[in-house]
């Protein structure tokens, strides 16, 4: 097939024949036994024969999975590029939404297009640290949690509700050190302010961190204990934080029980993914979409670090905020977050509640493209409107549950949730995207900007014309 021709939908619907055609019986037995991912993943991943069936396919359904998107990639970035006038967010937190709920319920509604990584290429070096039958369970988990979205790939919407695209899966050399500098950057910022004292670079903390061989030693010298956070869901007291990381996957991989080893790594690896989250999102226009108040903890750190550094250059004040979406009589905002995916589908086809689903574009996209000079005296605005848009926008919903207006079968009544929407944005003038220190014209000075990789300089030449500034969206349920 001529790449040059094929349609969106029908990438996305060839992607789905590849990942069913090796997954699509236990996707089937997950079906018809009203089973989670979860559990069908442990079920089989207990079973010698399918492990055996499993590992054995393992090189060669990777090869075809990559094979397909060394196609396919390109094409698919300038379909999500092409999507104007649409607020396109892009998830991002974990290596695919999870399980428990589908992203598209909980955000369909409020954006255009979710869109979402490929799990597999996410994996692909990360199983290698497991043995066989972890290697089932993770593929079986992944393949049936991304085959429940196959039905949201609809050819008749204007607008598709999800889109599945890799991550490069092979960087060049300095693209990874890159993204590694700026880590080691942020790292060292952060953990400025959480001992409270300085380190001339990220192996001046590692020599510092090495010290801190128990929980004493590392406790005895934190002096902001707030920004010790390893799981915000998991309880906020310091030594529970302790505690759990220690229990936790970095300890794990690490393969210690150093406590001040850990929390470095932790925190290189999240400030990492954070800044990669950044630049990735930008290379697609989008928006990122966080539904992990862990991931959520660190991109406001990250850009607020980035902040501090223009607003002395530039001397402005106020260029980043976060702000939570409530009702003002409530410590909650009720919203449309538990959307079957089959009313999602008929509520687009129909365009229904398309003044709803338009609050958070126009706020988003207007905050983005604010201008610094003004910022700090537009957003408090900007935000007001969305808040008091929301407002009318749960009357609206009360007002419909009233009168039954149901789709696919479904009550409107039914989709009502409560929890946090929360919006955070930066105002720069000109884009950045989270390269601590590396800015563009006033900041980023003729030594630095040549030690940018190419595919950086590519961006920001790209993104010079588009001004957008650094935007993002949570999305968070209550427990």
């Not at 037995?29 to 393992?58: A, C, Q, W």
């Not at 009318?392 to 009550?411: Q, T």
Request: aromatic share 10%; with cysteine.
């Amino acid at each position: 097939m001529n790449t040059q021709y094929i349609s969106l939908n029908d990438i996305q619907n060839e992607y789905f024949l590849l990942v069913k055609k090796e997954f699509g019986q236990y996707y089937q037995y997950m079906r018809s036994h009203n089973l989670t991912p979860h559990e069908v993943g442990y079920h089989f991943s207990e079973e010698k024969d399918t492990i055996k069936i499993i590992t054995n396919k393992i090189p060669q359904f990777f090869e075809s999975i990559s094979t397909f998107w060394e196609k396919y990639r390109n094409l698919t970035i300038q379909y999500i590029r092409n999507q104007e006038d649409s607020l396109v967010t892009s998830f991002n937190g974990d290596f695919f939404p999870s399980y428990k709920e589908n992203i598209a319920s909980k955000c369909g509604v409020y954006t255009d297009t979710i869109v979402l990584p490929d799990p597999f290429i996410r994996i692909k070096e990360y199983i290698k640290t497991h043995d066989n039958q972890g290697k089932v369970y993770k593929l079986i988990l992944y393949s049936t949690n991304l085959l429940q979205y196959e039905e949201l790939v609809q050819p008749e919407l204007k607008r598709p509700i999800i889109i599945i695209i890799p991550d490069e899966e092979d960087l060049e050399k300095e693209d990874r050190t890159f993204y590694s500098t700026l880590g080691k950057n942020d790292s060292t910022i952060h953990a400025k302010l959480v001992f409270g004292q300085d380190f001339d670079s990220f192996d001046d903390l590692l020599i510092f961190t090495n010290t801190l061989d128990s929980k004493e030693k590392f406790i005895s010298k934190i002096k902001d204990s707030s920004k010790v956070l390893f799981d915000i869901e998991h309880e906020r007291k310091l030594i529970k934080q302790i505690n759990y990381a220690l229990d936790g996957e970095t300890a794990q991989l690490l393969k210690t029980k150093h406590i001040g080893k850990i929390f470095t790594m932790h925190l290189l690896g999240r400030m990492i993914a954070t800044n990669k989250m950044l630049i990735e999102s930008r290379k697609l226009q989008a928006t990122p979409i966080i539904d992990a108040p862990t991931s959520w903890k660190y991109l406001n750190w990250k850009l607020k670090y980035d902040v501090n550094n223009i607003e002395k250059e530039l001397s402005l004040t106020n260029l980043h905020m976060t702000r939570a979406i409530q009702n003002l009589s409530k410590n909650e905002m009720q919203w449309l977050g538990n959307v079957p995916v089959k009313s999602l589908i008929e509520l687009r086809k129909t365009e229904a509640l398309d003044e709803i689903r338009s609050i958070l574009s126009i706020g988003v996209n207007k905050m983005a493209r604010e201008n610094p000079t003004n910022f700090y005296r537009t957003s408090d605005k900007v935000f007001d409107n969305i808040n008091l848009a929301f407002i009318e926008h749960e009357k609206k919903i009360k007002e419909l549950s009233l009168k039954k207006w149901r789709f696919a079968g479904n009550d409107i009544g039914s989709w009502l949730v409560a929890g946090a929407v929360e919006i955070t944005a930066v105002a720069t003038g000109t884009p950045i995207w989270g390269l601590a220190s590396f800015f563009v014209n006033q900041v980023l000075d003729t030594p630095k900007l040549k030690e940018l990789p190419l595919s950086i300089k590519k961006l920001i030449e790209d993104s010079r014309e588009l001004r957008l500034s650094p935007t993002g969206i949570l999305f968070n349920l209550s427990k």
